[in-house]
């Protein structure tokens, strides 16, 4: 039962346009979501999150958006830059469940020149 | 900067073997995690840890234990490795904290083959 989906495998985006990445989850109980951006042989970073209290939070070129009552979230990457191809993966928790998160199953970017 | 380490890059074993893979993290978190990274399946839960000597499991637990004798070190055990648990392995520790506002740190992970 994936409660965390990432329905696109693969995006690719040519630099300097957005690159928006999606995710929806199931369960209502998430009330915190987080991106992870992932290089090949290295661990996933964290890049972003939100709280459920609020429906965007922005860092630099990176946006999240969260629409809770489409259990959507969606991460904005403006201007796209090639050092962004990497895998993102999304991921949820909830409070009390013993700060386990729950991943999606990632998106890769590609961002060409 | 929190830091986790992973023992090994990469790892081949035989099937039957019986494998550690080793996770140590210098910041005194409480949690530590195991997950495997498959191609369209993302990073699942093995088994996690609140603190020394407690274990819980994750959404994948099967043929796998874990050990937490010490706050800093947390050790993934395949009990006898066979080929579906050739893998990409990540640890990840948190500090405990009341709210879910917190992320992990991940270790660079251990990529497993068991042939």
């Known amino acids: 039962d994936q409660q965390v989906k990432q329905n696109s495998p693969s995006l690719s985006v040519q630099e300097g346009r957005i690159s928006i990445l999606n995710c929806d989850y199931t369960?209502?109980?998430?009330?915190?979501f987080l991106w992870y951006k992932k290089y090949p042989a290295e661990g996933p970073t964290f890049l972003i999150s939100?709280?459920?209290?609020?429906d965007k939070n922005e860092d630099g070129r990176f946006t999240v958006f969260l629409n809770k009552s489409a259990k959507h979230l969606s991460l904005h990457i403006v201007p796209s830059q090639p050092g962004d191809s990497a895998v993102y993966f999304c991921?949820?928790?909830?409070?009390?469940?013993?700060?386990?998160?729950?991943f999606g199953t990632g998106t890769r970017l590609q961002v060409t020149l | 900067d929190v830091k986790v380490t992973q023992s090994s890059r990469y790892l081949v074993k035989r099937t039957g073997e019986k494998v550690f893979l080793e996770c140590v993290q210098d910041?005194?978190?409480?949690?530590m995690f195991w997950y495997r990274q498959d191609p369209g399946l993302g990073l699942r839960l093995i088994y996690f840890?609140?603190?020394?000597?407690?274990?819980e499991k994750g959404d994948i637990p099967e043929g796998y234990s874990v050990s937490r004798e010490k706050k800093e070190r947390f050790s993934l055990i395949l009990e006898s490795a066979s080929t579906n648990q050739t893998s990409m392995y990540l640890c990840?520790?948190?500090?405990?904290?009341?709210?879910?506002?917190?992320?992990?740190?991940f270790g660079s992970g251990t990529r497993l083959t068991v042939v």
């Open positions: 840890s609140y603190d020394v000597k407690m274990k």
């Open positions: 369960n209502s109980m998430f009330d915190y």
């Open positions: 910041m005194d978190h409480e949690n």
């Open positions: 991921a949820a928790s909830a409070t009390g469940t013993a700060s386990k998160l729950t």
């Open positions: 990840a520790s948190r500090v405990q904290l009341r709210a879910a506002n917190y992320g992990y740190t």
């Open positions: 939100i709280s459920s209290i609020k």
